[in-house]
T-cell receptor, first 113, second 112 residues
């Protein structure tokens, strides 16, 4: 148990639909990250929150993607008007304090058909 | 996006053999991490390295942070069936705001 819960574990959606994923750290961690992982690749950084503030966004995060962390605890990642290229595993990770050891959730596998 | 150069891409070994994999980068990292990922799951942290030249062990796993801060290796001794999976290296720059940069993974397969 890494202390990070992600829901849903799997999502199949039709192209053009909106989807939302949720990340719930079990305890409070001020740093939260979202990553995307496609088949045969390592995870790629999408965005970073320190508490409720979104401090960094990758150029991979197109304007169809939006992430929030309203109370500095759980976070959501929404994809609007999904495309087939959005099919991937979406991973949430947290770090404890100033350590850079990142602990990942189980991920949400998105399939866009 | 940028990814680290990780090799080999896959390894086919016999149970009991030692395994070695490495990761290189054209840029410097302040932290190197090694993860293992099983199918359909998130990566699980194996070892974290914080100082150039550091050698760290975790059971049968040993990892080193290269002196140039541009490379790292992971060794697994006396492999067992549960070692099967994909191993990823990841580098972290100072501050951590831009997240981890990962390699493409080494797929470890253990032949009976």
């Amino acid at each position: 148990d890494t202390g990070v819960s992600q829901n849903p574990r799997h999502k199949i959606t039709k192209r053009g639909q909106n989807v939302t994923f949720r990340c719930d750290p079990i305890s409070e961690h001020n740093r939260l990250y979202w990553y995307r992982q496609t088949l045969g690749q390592g995870p790629e950084f999408l965005t970073y929150f320190q508490n409720e503030a979104q401090l960094e966004k990758s150029r991979l995060l197109s304007d169809r993607f939006s992430a929030e962390r309203p109370k500095g605890s759980f976070s959501t990642l929404e994809i609007q008007r999904t495309e087939q290229g959005d099919s991937a595993m979406y991973l949430c990770a947290i770090t404890e304090g100033v350590n850079t050891e990142a602990f990942f959730g189980q991920g949400t596998r998105l399939t866009v058909v | 996006g940028q990814q680290l150069n990780q090799s080999p891409q896959s390894m086919f070994i016999q149970e009991g053999e030692d395994v070695s994999m490495n990761c290189t980068s054209s840029s410097i990292f302040n932290t190197w991490l090694w993860y293992k990922q099983d199918p359909g799951e998130g990566p699980v942290l194996l070892i974290a390295l914080y100082k150039a030249g550091e050698l760290t062990s975790n059971g049968r796993l040993t990892a080193q942070f290269g002196i140039t801060r541009k490379d790292s290796f992971l060794n697994i001794s006396a492999s067992i069936p549960s070692d099967v999976g994909i191993y990823f290296c990841a580098g972290q720059r100072r501050g951590g705001a831009d997240g981890l940069t990962f390699g493409k993974g080494t797929h470890l397969i253990i032949q009976p």
